[in-house]
């Protein structure tokens, strides 16, 4: 049910604000069967990434789903023909090292849970990776099949979901929020990902593990032990090295022409 509200809305949240800016026309896409599977690959990852909250800590799962970076890195050359070089594979293996910190015997995330987050991990890549594919839709149409696919797919599922039987104005404002949320990020996520490489932008993923490690004090009272944050360090660094990297490269590239 939570992430059929995240779905529907998101949905009632960018409908009318892609019907504004884009016009009736919002919803036509040139690639059908892309928008399609793109937004399928949102839908699994945002299930896997719920239903592996039911068991795991906040920080430490995000970390976890932090692998996605990794991911895009190593497919990226199949699926956009983007050649990463080893400074990027560098930084990618030295993330997939501080995973293998967190997922350890004794730890909180030692849990056959964790697995969903690779699920997450891998789907969320794959919806990274098409959405650069899809250069000739508005950003308005992207965002529109991101949430109506999740919705439709969801939606006939409802009659066997868990519905709480105190429905309370605190729990619906906390759901219309979790809509207008996801449609915020993932505009600005599709906005990013039409207008730079994907192996470049991967790094920026890691921030979530920054927020998660917050969120999960303040609001859950969660915090990762030595050895987890330990983890999230290493992955963290990572990805601060790969953007030093590219920085270097695109000035580089710059002093050359």
Do not use: C
Request: aromatic share 12%.
């Amino acid at each position: 049910m939570v992430v059929w509200a995240r779905y529907a809305g998101q949905m009632a949240a960018v409908t009318p604000y892609a019907l504004h800016r884009a016009g009736p026309d919002f919803w036509r896409t040139r690639h059908p069967r892309m928008q399609l599977v793109r937004s399928a690959m949102l839908v699994v990852a945002t299930l896997s990434f719920f239903g592996a909250l039911r068991y795991l800590p906040l920080a430490e799962g995000s970390a976890i789903s932090s692998l996605t970076p990794v991911v895009v890195v190593l497919l990226s050359p199949w699926i956009l023909g983007e050649r990463p070089g080893r400074a990027r594979i560098g930084a990618a293996l030295a993330g997939f090292a501080g995973v293998l910190l967190l997922v350890r015997p004794g730890s909180a995330v030692f849990h056959p849970a964790a697995l969903l987050l690779f699920v997450t991990a891998v789907s969320n890549a794959l919806y990274a990776l098409l959405t650069r594919r899809l250069p000739g839709d508005s950003p308005y149409t992207t965002l529109f099949y991101s949430a109506l696919v999740g919705t439709l797919v969801l939606t006939p599922m409802l009659p066997f979901a868990v519905i709480p039987h105190v429905w309370t104005w605190k729990n619906a404002g906390l759901f219309v929020l979790l809509g207008v949320f996801a449609g915020v990020g993932h505009g600005l996520l599709t906005r990013a990902f039409l207008r730079a490489p994907a192996s470049l932008l991967a790094p920026f993923a890691y921030l979530q593990v920054l927020w998660a490690t917050v969120y999960g004090l303040l609001v859950f009272d969660q915090f990762p032990d030595a050895w987890s944050l330990a983890g999230m360090a290493v992955i963290a660094a990572s990805g601060v090295a790969l953007a030093w990297q590219e920085r270097r490269r695109a000035r580089a590239a710059a002093r050359a022409t």
